[in-house]
């Protein structure tokens, strides 16, 4: 064996080194400027960066995540560290001019490199398989929900034992909407869509499934704790796919049975009659289709009450007219209609001034108003 | 009137304009295979950083959300339909009947068939863009029924039929390679004795010829529904929306193993050259590809794990076993590369680059072969992450790695070496800052193809972490352009065999003869250049040959 000097190292691996060195530099005073500790960064490896999952399943599909995680971390460090080894220690050097060992190969550690993969492979089916029944298991449920999916928004119409509709929840976030839940009861969703595929997907349950037009999907799982989770589609739908939204409120049993009392004698409720149009001043003309309103500007008399006849072409399309000053604070928000339907909202008078209107559902649905 | 003065030894890039249009030449399509899905690689790699930026802080910054849809679907399309199937087609196009020592292609013409009905069927999909709605934009997936005509506009159609000729270019050039490696082989060149890459692309050809086909019907059903009413997947008239996944990702799957299996036929031929030693475990290799062949065909439906249209634990299962023969391969290249003479010369640093990456995009699968797994994690940036790891980190670091490694034997000059070593540790910098944080996005819970997320999701540092990496990626492809352009005019000469290479395309001259070969050496190993350099395998005396 050769024991001459290394002095291998040419221009281009002298620059290669110096570029490596100046850009890992600045990749770890980025980390370091952005607040990114070690703690935050091993977290970050896991669901919902180690927070803790919300639901029943979620919790056993965590369990099952760091065993896949803790299997796959070893063989990674295994095999990179021969990988890296083989590359430091087997560099030709000056001499190495005979030829290495012509191995072409050995049964021996084929067999042993085929049958070990191969028993971990069906260890993690295992596993896997048995979370899987768990995470799909079926038993009775305190309540149903249907999750109506259509481009871009969630309704979530509550059923009865029968499967009938008792009420319908349009708004699919902020406070009196979105789907409200009771904490440690066992829940059923059922998956329902109106035009194309959807997806419902809550991180903190670590769990998604499609809605699909033509087949009901559904699932069960139990929330743990009460709280607000984020909810969002999570299959292209169409342009504005990223804004379909939704949160997940779960409520202390008492406080979930009260707001369910409420709901449904709302929905008992005889409807009131829609304020008459012609009462209320000049007429408005606004019109919804295709998740956009039919203008992006409209004008109103300062000082006197006016009438908004909102017509809402989108079928099965929830949308509504919400008005707002200009420092953000609502100071008209009219009911909620599932189209084909229109209503006529009587707005009292407002002071002289720029106004934005939107819809409370799509909040890419939006147009000015001016008040003079 | 001045007098030219051709170079005679770099003739193959100076031929004429007309010579190469009309060429039915295996070496001189090969070469415009790559050229051609290079040009895509650019475009589809703008249409990236158009995301990246877009995503680089919350809010809508340069794009509005449709045109942040085309952008994500076409860049997608371009990459796998017109950049990464392509140019491992031309890499086989180019070597394949030199690695066999045959004249030529089996069907020149079909070759050249093959080869211009790519760049028709990219501009058929590309003029999407001047469409009225634009380009295709139901991601390079296309489910309908957001594919469907309700939903998107003429864009769609472009992509399809721009799809299905390149759908045809792909059954034809498998038709050929497959005739070619069958029937043209140099007397001596048994099965047993070509190069790995030979194998792949062999085993890949099978997976085109079965599984281009069933792509194809679905896009036919997809254009039937769109334009004359009908109901495949339409399922208020009887139809069924997720039959198209079903027919897509029986296509779709297998098609990540033609975009991975000849990029591993390439680390294979790099590996033994730069380690100075032959394959370890030349036909447990061969039995690996040809068993990722076989499963590949039974995997499509763990794409679908969320649809509850399918059956879980076959599909986890043969997803789990996949990972067995890619685990044997990974096992075999190292042990190539132990006790071996390793020089670093730029396509050995591609090589190991690729086993790097390609071994944290296997790993990273396996999450998803567990099916309680993928339903948290499955349409995040997770996904984004594994497939980016499996055919970037995996074929394109493969590509380049062959890039190098071959350029000498079709130019007749070496690219330059420190360039290229500057390529290479950008790239590997710029892969891992863009990828490597997507898989902590899809675990915190950011979907895939949204065009914006709130502020208060917590996803804001890492996304422009990844975007700052992308333009490192970008940056990347300087110093390679440049690298060619002046290569090709005053790279050092390259010779008939610049690196000691095993294979029959270093036995003959850099660029080869039109006909490839004056006189082949003996072929009595899968290593015949080897054998001939270093005298014949040990024991053999044997003259009984043609």
Redesign the interface.
């Given at each position: 064996m050769s024991t001459s000097p290394r002095s291998r190292t040419?221009?281009?691996?002298r620059?290669?080194v110096v570029?490596?060195v100046v850009?890992?530099a600045a990749?770890v005073a980025?980390?370091a400027a952005?607040g990114?500790t070690p703690q935050r960064l091993w977290d970050?490896?896991?669901?919902?960066?180690a927070g803790t999952p919300a639901t029943d399943?979620?919790h056993?599909?965590r369990s099952?995540?760091d065993i896949?995680?803790g299997i796959?971390a070893v063989?990674?460090v295994l095999?990179?560290a021969?990988?890296v080894f083989?590359?430091l220690r087997?560099?030709?050097?000056p001499g190495?001019d005979g030829?290495?060992?012509?191995?072409?190969?050995?049964n021996l550690?084929?067999v042993i490199?085929?049958a070990i993969?191969?028993a971990i492979?069906?260890f993690?089916?295992v596993?896997?398989?048995q979370?899987?029944s768990?995470?799909e298991a079926k038993g009775p449920d305190a309540v149903h929900v249907r999750a109506v999916a259509s481009r871009y928004q969630w309704q979530f119409d509550y059923l009865d034992a029968q499967g009938n509709l008792t009420f319908s929840q349009n708004l699919p976030i902020g406070d009196g909407g979105g789907l409200v839940l009771p904490v440690g009861e066992p829940v059923l969703v059922s998956l329902r869509s109106m035009?194309?595929?959807h997806?419902f997907?809550v991180?903190?349950f670590?769990?998604?499934?499609?809605a699909?037009?033509?087949?009901e999907?559904s699932f069960e799982f139990t929330v743990d704790e009460p709280g607000t989770y984020?909810g969002?589609?999570?299959?292209?739908?169409?342009?504005?796919?990223?804004?379909m939204v939704f949160e997940v409120h779960a409520l202390p049993v008492a406080e979930f049975d009260a707001w369910y009392k409420t709901q449904v004698e709302k929905a008992n409720a005889t409807p009131t009659p829609p304020p008459s149009g012609a009462a209320a001043g000049p007429t408005l003309e606004l019109g919804a289709m295709n998740v956009a309103f039919s203008t992006a500007s409209l004008q109103a008399p300062a000082g006197s009450a006016f009438t908004i006849h909102f017509k809402n072409d989108d079928a099965a399309v929830p949308h509504n007219v919400e008005i707002k000053d200009s420092t953000g604070a609502t100071v008209f928000k009219g009911d909620i209609i599932t189209g084909p339907a229109e209503a006529s909202y009587g707005v009292k008078a407002l002071p002289a001034g720029a106004y934005t209107f939107h819809c409370t559902v799509h909040p890419n649905m939006t147009g000015t108003l001016t008040v003079q | 009137m001045a007098t030219t003065t051709l170079n005679p030894a770099a003739p193959a890039y100076r031929s004429s304009l007309y010579e190469w249009l009309t060429t039915t030449d295996h070496k001189k399509i090969g070469i415009m295979y790559l050229i051609n899905s290079i040009l895509f690689f650019i475009a589809g790699g703008i249409l990236a950083l158009v995301v990246r930026v877009e995503l680089s802080q919350p809010g809508l910054q340069i794009v509005n959300?449709?045109f942040y849809?085309q952008a994500f679907t076409m860049h997608a399309s371009f990459m796998l339909f017109l950049f990464v199937i392509p140019i491992l087609a031309g890499f086989g196009n180019y070597v394949v009947p030199l690695h066999l020592g045959a004249p030529d292609m089996a069907f020149p013409r079909i070759n050249a068939l093959s080869f211009w009905l790519l760049p028709l069927g990219g501009a058929l999909m590309a003029s999407g863009f001047l469409a009225t709605g634009g380009a295709a934009?139901?991601?390079w997936t296309e489910?309908p029924?957001?594919s469907g005509s309700?939903?998107s506009g003429a864009g769609t159609d472009l992509w399809i039929m721009g799809l299905t000729l390149i759908g045809t270019s792909s059954i034809l050039g498998a038709i050929n390679f497959l005739v070619t490696i069958f029937k043209m082989r140099a007397p001596g060149m048994t099965l047993f004795r070509m190069p790995i890459l030979v194998w792949t692309v062999l085993v890949t050809s099978v997976l085109i010829l079965m599984a281009t086909p069933v792509l194809t019907s679905a896009l036919i059903m997809l254009f039937i529904d769109r334009n004359y009413g009908g109901h495949f997947f339409d399922?208020?008239n009887g139809?069924?929306?997720?039959l198209y996944q079903n027919v897509f990702w029986f296509y779709s799957h297998p098609a990540v193993y033609i975009m991975i299996l000849p990029a591993m036929g390439i680390i294979s031929e790099i590996l033994p050259v730069f380690?100075?030693?032959?394959l370890?475990?030349?036909?447990?290799f061969v039995f690996a590809t040809v068993a990722i062949g076989a499963l590949g065909f039974s995997v499509w439906a763990h794409h679908m794990f969320?649809?509850?249209?399918v059956f879980?634990?076959f599909f986890?299962?043969m997803t789990?076993?996949i990972?067995?023969p890619t685990?044997?391969k990974?096992?075999?290249w190292?042990?190539t590369?132990?006790?071996?003479?390793?020089?670093?010369k730029t396509p050995l640093l591609y090589a190991?680059g690729f086993?790097?990456m390609f071994?944290?995009g296997g790993?990273?699968g396996?999450?998803s072969?567990?099916?309680?797994?993928d339903?948290?994690?499955?349409?995040?940036y997770w996904v984004v992450a594994h497939i980016h790891y499996v055919l970037f980190g995996g074929s394109v670091f493969a590509v380049f790695g062959g890039i190098y490694y071959w350029f000498p034997k079709m130019t007749g000059r070496m690219l330059d070496?420190?360039l290229?070593?500057?390529q290479?540790?950008?790239m590997f910098?710029g892969f891992n800052?863009t990828f490597f944080p997507m898989?902590?996005l899809g675990?915190?819970?950011m979907?895939?193809?949204?065009?914006?997320?709130a502020a208060s999701?917590?996803w804001s540092?890492l996304n422009l972490?990844a975007t700052?990496g992308g333009f490192?990626i970008a940056a990347s492809m300087l110093p390679f352009l440049w690298n060619v352009l002046v290569s090709l005019r005053s790279g050092e000469i390259a010779g008939d065999d610049p690196w000691e290479g095993n294979t029959l395309e270093w036995a003959t001259s850099s660029p080869p003869p039109p006909y490839n070969f004056d006189s082949l050496p003996e072929i009595r190993s899968e290593r015949p250049v080897f054998d001939a350099r270093?005298g014949q395998p040990a024991g053999h005396t044997d003259q009984t040959g043609h």
């Open positions: 040419g221009s281009g691996a620059v290669a570029i490596a850009v890992i990749v980025v980390l952005s990114i970050s490896f896991f669901p919902i960066g399943r979620a056993a599909t099952l995540y896949v995680f796959g063989i990674f095999v990179e021969m990988i083989t590359v087997y560099r030709r050097k190495d030829l290495p060992p012509q191995i072409h190969g050995n550690v084929e490199w085929t993969p191969t492979v069906l993690l089916f596993i896997s398989w979370t899987l768990k995470v035009d194309v595929n997806a997907y991180p903190k670590l769990f998604k499934r499609d699909i037009p033509g087949r999907n984020r969002q589609c999570a299959e292209l739908c169409g342009t504005f796919h990223g804004s | 959300e449709a849809n934009a139901s991601g489910y029924p957001l309700k939903f399922p208020a139809g069924n929306a997720v380690s100075r030693k032959p370890f475990g030349y036909k447990a969320t649809t509850g249209a879980l634990p986890s299962l789990f076993l990972a067995v685990g044997v990974m096992f075999n190292i042990a590369l132990w006790r071996g003479q390793l020089t670093f190991t086993l790097t071994l944290i790993i990273n396996a999450f072969a567990a099916v309680p797994v339903f948290a994690i499955h349409d995040t070496e420190t290229g070593k500057v290479f540790v950008l910098i800052m898989h902590q675990l915190m819970g979907p895939r193809r949204i065009a914006d997320y999701a917590g540092e972490v700052i490192v270093h």
